[in-house]
């Protein structure tokens, strides 16, 4: 493997996307990591001693890609894959004494939310849902909950932009203040990717992938992983996954691996492309209103600009009604109409089509995520699947 680099270090985090985990250069050795298919270890020591003994505690082919993603996020440590994000997120909820108390934003992948909903009907913990936008409420709600619980029993959990609202946060002001009450910070970084925020530089705890989406690249994968730089936390949840055995198969790790190669193409790519849809979608007569971090005249631009290096590949749109969002879906060719996000091909989707979708995110919501298509080619398909749409 490759030494590992610090954020500032001396390789750019779009070098490190192709060399980072990578066999040692030997003579004849692979250029690209092997799977190895095997459930149990040939071992001559003992569990303590470091071998791998059996398959669910890891595999060689997780190591690369779990050393790739600790390097882009910033970390000294290697991430932890997991069997899908909301593997990861429920290991990382793990966290949370029981009796303790989270704190999420109202708008975030909704696997996520519910989750938290369902662990605190168990009586877990007690979930409580900010708009995590507007940071004086957040402040307020965490400067409660601090003064009935003690010192590591709260969780901040953040997502900026939220899903689907693009809502962005005050990330590095949030975080500092629930470290103030005493609180683990998780942030979930699907939507931004290491390549345009490390929220371990902004002091989070925990960072949250579903690397389904933009790691992987190709909606062919069901992953996610977990990134930290405290060795105490990562034992707890590297002890998680293996005794619920929420492990990844070494083919789909090695899927994502080989799709984190390109990461830089696609997301240069796509925040390209979802930058000039942007715009043109603001003058749409069928749109209502565009939500885009990118766009000067977005709630959220200032502080993305601030805080990211980019804006992303995913935009939201509200039309008139339900009925103009569904023909809309209805109607494009080249979009595909799925759920999902952060693949190579563009996706179309009415998100309160989903029964777990929040109710204050808009019934008439669309949100596209964008792939690496022509943008031209895609702006046709959009501009006349919405002109049919305003028009039946």
Do not use: C
């Amino acid at each position: 493997m490759i030494e590992q680099h610090e954020p500032t270090g001396d390789l750019a985090p779009d070098t490190l996307t192709v060399a980072a985990g990578r066999p040692p250069r030997e003579h004849d050795s692979p250029v690209n990591t092997p799977i190895v298919l095997s459930s149990t270890f040939h071992e001559t020591r003992t569990p303590e001693a470091g071998d791998r003994v059996y398959a669910r505690g890891s595999n060689p082919t997780w190591d690369p890609f779990e050393e790739a993603l600790g390097v882009l996020e910033g970390s000294d440590l290697p991430a932890l894959v997991f069997g899908s994000g909301l593997g990861a997120a429920a290991a990382a909820l793990s966290l949370v004494p029981t009796g303790g108390a989270v704190v999420m934003p109202n708008h975030a992948y909704a696997g996520s939310l519910m989750l938290a909903a369902d662990l605190a009907a168990q009586g877990r913990f007690e979930l409580h849902t900010v708009d995590i936008a507007d940071t004086p409420s957040v402040l307020a709600r965490l400067e409660a909950l601090a003064a009935r619980f003690s010192r590591g029993a709260l969780m901040l959990w953040l997502e900026s932009p939220t899903n689907p609202m693009l809502e962005v946060a005050e990330l590095a002001v949030l975080t500092e203040a629930a470290h103030a009450t005493g609180a683990l910070v998780v942030a979930d970084n699907t939507f931004n990717t290491p390549l345009v925020h490390r929220p371990l530089e902004s002091g989070v705890d925990v960072v949250l992938h579903s690397v389904t989406k933009w790691l992987a690249g190709h909606s062919d994968v069901v992953l996610g992983a977990l990134v930290t730089r405290d060795p105490e936390p990562r034992a707890r949840l590297l002890a998680h996954r293996t005794l619920h055995g929420a492990i990844a198969g070494p083919f789909e790790v090695w899927l994502a691996l080989r799709g984190l190669r390109t990461l830089a193409l696609r997301v240069e790519r796509s925040q390209t492309t979802a930058g000039i849809l942007a715009r043109r979608l603001t003058g749409h007569p069928a749109v209502r209103r565009v939500r885009y971090p990118g766009l000067p005249q977005d709630p959220g631009h200032e502080r993305a600009a601030a805080q990211f290096e980019g804006f992303g590949g995913i935009i939201s749109i509200e039309l008139d009604d339900v009925a103009t969002a569904d023909a809309l879906v209805a109607a494009v060719r080249l979009w595909l109409p799925a759920t999902s996000l952060g693949g190579v091909e563009s996706l179309i989707e009415r998100r309160r089509r989903q029964p777990a979708e929040p109710s204050t995110v808009p019934e008439h919501l669309v949100r596209l995520s964008v792939g690496i298509e022509n943008v031209e080619d895609l702006w046709a398909d959009l501009d006349r699947a919405l002109r049919s749409a305003q028009a039946s």
